[in-house]
């Protein structure tokens, strides 16, 4: 009996393991265009160098940029995109980190 539930908890345990790491969890709440065309060094569109990526210089770095991508990279909703969430984005979708 001991040996019924040990291997019904460590099923459980796996399956809802399995179910957290689901390949189909999507990161953003809308459809978004492909994230490779996003795949950029944060620095690069940082343009004055404080450290945060304001709307004009996403828009001016990724030129056909929707605002609801930038939306959607700024998790926390302070209207700037900071290194971790730029950072969290890119790694959500699997992309390059650049040096």
């Not at 265009?33 to 795949?39: A, E």
């Not at 940082?46 to 030129?63: C, H, I, M, R, S």
């Not at 991508?69 to 302070?78: I, K, M, R, S, T």
């Amino acid at each position: 009996m001991k040996r019924f539930f040990l291997l019904m908890s460590i099923t459980i345990l796996i399956t809802s393991i399995a179910g957290c790491s689901s390949p189909h969890k999507k990161y953003h709440s809308t459809d978004m265009p492909d994230p490779q065309s996003f795949n950029a060094h944060f620095g690069d569109m940082d343009a004055n160098g404080d450290g945060l990526v304001t709307w004009d210089e996403f828009a001016a770095y990724f030129q056909n940029a929707e605002e609801k991508v930038f939306n959607a990279v700024d998790l926390n909703q302070n209207g700037n995109i900071d290194h971790d969430e730029w950072h969290e984005f890119k790694e959500a979708h699997g992309l390059k980190q650049h040096d």
